[in-house]
């Protein structure tokens, strides 16, 4: 499970250091993608496969559907960690996600997402209000 949240940077050729406690769900290897709220997240293979099987079930008629898979999956890079616990982020998905020097890595139970932190920023301080939250839980069940 991917939990807390870390600030680490993300250096000129593209590398960041993954956190410690993360490193051992991604020693088989992981992919990178786009993700919703202009961030990325990171998976496990066995999550992106998870992942692949959930959307094959979608149906291709259903145009939020497709534009998901195909912001998703065209969207994707498979890293691997390299002797230093570092992922290398390809050019378009910093772009895409704002990424410059320090970056928030946070988790978020089976993925861990990467956000520029001013984005980050915001979001925290939306979840942060009561009100805010709780109009996000109802009708969840929780």
């Known amino acids: 499970m991917f939990t807390g949240e870390y600030r680490h940077s993300v250096d000129d ?3 960041l250091a993954v956190p410690a406690r993360f490193r051992a769900q991604l020693e088989g290897g ?3 993608c786009k993700w919703l709220d202009n961030c990325l997240a990171i998976l496990t293979r066995h999550g992106w496969e998870e992942l692949a099987e959930k959307t094959a079930t979608l149906p291709l008629t259903n145009p939020g559907s497709r534009a998901f898979q195909r912001h998703v999956f065209g969207g994707a890079a498979e890293v691997e960690l390299d002797r230093q616990g570092r992922v290398v982020l390809p050019v378009y998905l910093r772009e895409y996600a704002a990424l410059q020097g320090e970056v928030v890595i946070v988790g978020a139970r089976d993925h861990a997402e ?5 984005r980050w920023d915001d979001v925290r301080r939306s979840l942060e209000d009561p009100e805010t ?3 996000h839980l109802d009708g969840l069940g929780i």
């Open 13 to 15: 050729k593209g590398r």
């Open 114 to 118: 990467i956000w520029a932190p001013a």
């Open 133 to 135: 939250l709780a109009a």
């Open 30 to 32: 992981a992919v990178v």
